[in-house]
């Protein structure tokens, strides 16, 4: 059978699983072993095993977990409420300083976690009501809170750049550093939005009679100031050559379970067992999906599904930016339906050689590739944030979430267009700084 109706049909056969709400790891997993078997009989079962321990066979996979460890600790910890606290003290008299804070939270928070989930909730439940307390328009108060929780997957340290850095055998610290800019640069594109809709619905930022002293800024800062610096130990220990990817976030782990012990005191064996329980669920679930999607692309390589597919675009006549336009446009549908790893897992084997073919630089790439999924969180009918924000806020439909989030899926979107016009905004800091190392 030609390899491209065999892809096609095993992306019909995939597509409908998924729908019927099998996990994304089994759906996966029964459809390579379907088309295995179909090809090459039961025979194919005797490599499954095999496939699925090499997928899995990797020393920088174990930084998946500490990072979530991590993340766990922390969003388990008033660290979200009080980095809310303190951005909102700092910021008042800013105009539009509220919502300044809450998108700033989110970043910051993000970067502490790595979760678009968790950023969500823990902003989100302090951030929304205030907001709309003082007048802000309920869409526009959800939506900056859902978009501002997809920071979660591009500021580092994020899973869905080590996912892609294994996948395509690159740099995850140049892939960090790389992140960093393109994050700034949308959470300001978030913030310039967000004040000028205020604006628009004739929001004019008046807090009369609030006010906060020298003090009340400076006594919340102890709290927050020493998980701001486990980010940049984190970030100097993986560009500065210090440390390996698992070494650092295994460091991190430990340090931030230590800061959550101190700061917040949380010591008691039941809440450190909820956080290392939530930190082994998620990472089962991913791990589960990286070895699926392992057996997955195992399946489309030995039925030369990949290779065909890849010379078809490589056939068509057109130039690299319109390769690239189509394929943003595949990327952005499939973050419709599938969650980033999974995205990451299965397209970029494909895709990655060809896109470096054509001249682009594969961390740049992982940039765009990584917005294109961020824009996935917040858009029907996977879109994971709606959900988070819908549940925390009860009383504003899922509608409104939604038409609150779509002016920041087109930040998104121009954040994409700005990076394919300034490349250097993703490439430059990492160049720099590992020439600056070497």
């Known amino acids: 059978m030609d390899p491209l109706i065999l892809g096609l049909l095993a992306a019909v056969?995939?597509?409908?699983?998924?729908?019927?709400?099998?996990?994304?790891?089994?759906?996966?997993?029964?459809?390579?072993?379907?088309?295995?078997?179909?090809?090459?009989?039961?025979?194919?079962?005797?490599?499954?095993a095999d496939t699925l321990f090499s997928s899995l066979d990797e020393f920088a996979l174990l930084s998946i977990p500490m990072f979530l460890l991590m993340g766990s600790a922390i969003a388990a910890s008033r660290a979200g409420a009080d980095l809310y606290e303190a951005l909102d003290r700092w910021l008042y008299r800013v105009p539009g300083g509220l919502l300044i804070s809450n998108i700033g939270a989110c970043g910051v928070f993000a970067a502490l976690t790595g979760s678009s989930p968790a950023t969500c909730a823990a902003i989100g439940k302090m951030g929304i009501p205030e907001m709309r307390q003082r007048g802000y328009p309920a869409s526009l108060a959800t939506g900056a809170i859902a978009a501002g929780g997809t920071l979660g997957i591009l500021i580092p340290p994020s899973i869905t750049?080590?996912?892609?850095?294994?996948?395509?055998?690159?740099?995850?610290?140049?892939?960090?550093?790389?992140?960093?800019?393109?994050?700034?640069?949308?959470?300001?594109?978030?913030?310039?939005?967000?004040?000028?809709?205020?604006?628009?619905?004739?929001?004019?930022?008046?807090?009369?009679?609030?006010?906060?002293?020298l003090r009340e800024k400076l006594?919340?800062?102890?709290?927050?100031?020493?998980?701001?610096?486990?980010?940049?130990?984190?970030?100097?220990?993986?560009?500065?050559?210090?440390?390996?990817?698992?070494?650092?976030?295994?460091?991190?782990?430990?340090?931030?379970?230590?800061?959550?012990?101190?700061?917040?005191?949380?010591?008691q064996p039941v809440k450190l067992w909820e956080i290392v329980r939530g930190a082994t669920r998620e990472s089962v679930m991913l791990m589960m999906i990286i070895g699926m999607a392992g057996l997955f692309s195992y399946m489309m390589s030995s039925l030369y599904i990949t290779q065909g597919i890849a010379e078809w675009i490589a056939g068509m006549e057109v130039n690299k930016w319109q390769l690239l336009f189509y394929v943003n446009l595949f990327l952005l549908v499939a973050g419709f339906f599938l969650p980033p790893?999974?995205?990451?897992?299965?397209?970029?084997?494909?895709?990655?050689?060809?896109?470096?073919?054509?001249?682009?630089?594969?961390?740049?790439?992982?940039?765009?590739?990584?917005?294109?999924?961020?824009?996935?969180?917040?858009?029907?009918?996977?879109?994971?944030?709606?959900?988070?924000?819908?549940?925390i806020v009860k009383d504003v439909d899922l509608k409104t979430v939604l038409w609150g989030a779509l002016p920041f899926m087109l930040c998104l979107v121009l954040g994409i267009v700005l990076l394919a016009i300034f490349p250097a905004i993703a490439t430059w800091l990492p160049d720099y700084l590992m020439k600056s190392v070497g």
Not at 17 to 41: N, Q, R, W, Y
């Open 341 to 391: 790893v999974a995205v990451i897992l299965m397209t970029s084997p494909t895709i990655v050689p060809i896109i470096t073919q054509a001249g682009f630089d594969p961390i740049w790439f992982g940039v765009v590739l990584t917005l294109n999924m961020e824009i996935g969180l917040i858009t029907p009918p996977v879109g994971l944030n709606l959900y988070v924000i819908n549940g």
């Open 13 to 48: 056969v995939l597509v409908m699983l998924l729908l019927s709400g099998m996990p994304v790891a089994f759906a996966l997993g029964f459809t390579a072993v379907l088309f295995l078997v179909i090809e090459d009989g039961v025979g194919a079962f005797d490599v499954v």
């Open 161 to 213: 750049m080590i996912v892609y850095g294994i996948a395509t055998e690159t740099s995850i610290g140049r892939l960090f550093i790389a992140g960093i800019l393109p994050g700034v640069m949308l959470m300001l594109l978030f913030m310039a939005w967000s004040l000028f809709y205020a604006y628009r619905k004739g929001y004019h930022f008046t807090e009369p009679g609030k006010r906060f002293s």
């Open 219 to 267: 006594i919340v800062l102890p709290r927050i100031l020493p998980f701001l610096a486990l980010i940049v130990l984190v970030l100097w220990a993986l560009y500065g050559g210090v440390a390996t990817p698992s070494e650092a976030s295994g460091v991190g782990a430990m340090i931030s379970i230590l800061l959550v012990v101190i700061i917040y005191h949380v010591w």
